[in-house]
């Protein structure tokens, strides 16, 4: 599904959509892409005032309350009014980062709609170890990850690894995680139905992840090197377990969401003519760096063709 929604609206037809509007910005070495100015607030204003030239009215400031369909409309109750429409679209963060006032709201208007909802787990985030890296703060390498379930690869990468104070961090482990918590809800979802209520990994799923971190010799510091040898590591391979990922409240975003086998391609339930699901609140996830931001892009004009 993700190639047809990328077709029909690419980051290249958004980097076309910003060279028309002189908004700059700069293509990095691995194809990300930042805004010239690194102000997040440029966009924003522009795309708000893109909305507002096209008659769109923006509330802000209302709690809602309820959402319910009455025939072919939809009646939204908020704290301080009421709204009729015809299309409903939910755009909304998932459960991640509640700093930024994530609420859940978009897990509750789906059970309210008796939507299918996947379980949802921290992703692009530190994973925590049973090997305390703190003596190892500051560093950072560029090695080559493995994640193992018993012997088993399950995802591999090569990128940027960040010691932290005690665990590991940077796009290798933000990546880690998010495959992982992919490969996990799949494969112990029916063993535990209880995490369709979010995440709790108990010690026995725990204990059956190991991660290898392999370093090329010219990556391998006197700090390392002396912490290697502390490990007894025999090779240029530090090999660990996976004790947790980190609390959501630091995860980037979050996995899990509508299950889309309840929606169409162009993001329309099947059982609910005209509401929509888009962005963080389907069961899409991708790499740090990666098309995160552009599939929540492609998706609102994939869904907003339909109006």
């Given at each position: 599904m993700?190639?047809?929604?990328?077709?029909?609206?690419?980051?290249?037809?958004?980097?076309?959509?910003?060279d028309e509007n002189w908004i700059q910005y700069n293509i990095e070495d691995n194809g990300r892409v930042i805004l010239k100015s690194w102000k997040a607030k440029?966009?924003?204003?522009?795309?708000?005032?893109?909305?507002?030239?096209?008659?769109t009215e923006i509330q802000t400031g209302q709690t809602i309350t309820s959402i319910e369909k009455l025939n072919d409309w939809f009646k939204i109750t908020t704290e301080q009014t009421e709204f009729l429409c015809k299309n409903l679209v939910i755009a909304a963060w998932w459960i991640s980062y509640p700093q930024l006032w994530t609420t859940g709201f978009g897990i509750q208007v789906?059970?309210?709609?008796?939507?299918?909802?996947?379980?949802?787990?921290?992703?692009?985030?530190?994973?925590e170890t049973e090997v305390n890296f703190s003596v190892l703060s500051g560093s950072s390498i560029t090695g080559q990850v493995e994640i193992l379930d018993w012997n088993k690869r399950i995802y591999e990468t090569e990128w940027n690894i960040l010691f932290t104070h005690r665990w590991l961090s940077g796009p290798a482990m933000f990546n880690s995680s998010a495959w992982l918590a992919e490969?996990?809800?799949?494969?112990?979802?029916?063993?535990?139905?209880?995490?369709?209520?979010?995440?709790?990994?108990?010690?026995?799923?725990?204990?059956?992840?190991?991660?290898?971190?392999?370093?090329?010799?010219?990556?391998?510091?006197?700090?390392?090197?002396?912490?290697?040898?502390?490990?007894?590591?025999?090779?240029?391979?530090?090999?660990?377990?996976?004790?947790?990922?980190?609390?959501l409240e630091e995860a980037k975003v979050s996995s899990g969401g509508v299950d889309m086998n309840e929606i169409k391609p162009n993001f329309e339930c099947k059982?609910?003519?005209?509401?929509?699901?888009?962005?963080?609140?389907?069961?899409?996830?991708?790499?740090?760096?990666?098309?995160?931001?552009?599939?929540?892009?492609?998706?609102?004009?994939?869904c907003g063709q339909n109006f």
């Open positions: 993700l190639v047809s929604v990328f077709h029909k609206y690419s980051n290249y037809d958004f980097m076309d959509y910003l440029e966009l924003l204003d522009f795309l708000i005032q893109e909305s507002k030239s096209n008659n789906a059970k309210d709609f008796w939507l299918n909802i996947i379980p949802s787990f921290p992703c692009l985030c530190w994973l490969y996990m809800t799949k494969k112990y979802l029916a063993r535990h139905p209880e995490w369709n209520e979010g995440y709790n990994l108990d010690s026995s799923l725990r204990s059956e992840w190991q991660i290898n971190i392999k370093i090329t010799p010219n990556e391998i510091t006197k700090k390392l090197e002396k912490f290697m040898d502390w490990l007894h590591s025999k090779s240029e391979t530090i090999i660990t377990r996976i004790k947790n990922f980190r609390p059982k609910i003519p005209s509401l929509y699901f888009i962005w963080e609140t389907v069961d899409i996830i991708w790499e740090t760096w990666g098309f995160n931001l552009q599939r929540a892009r492609s998706s609102g004009y994939i």
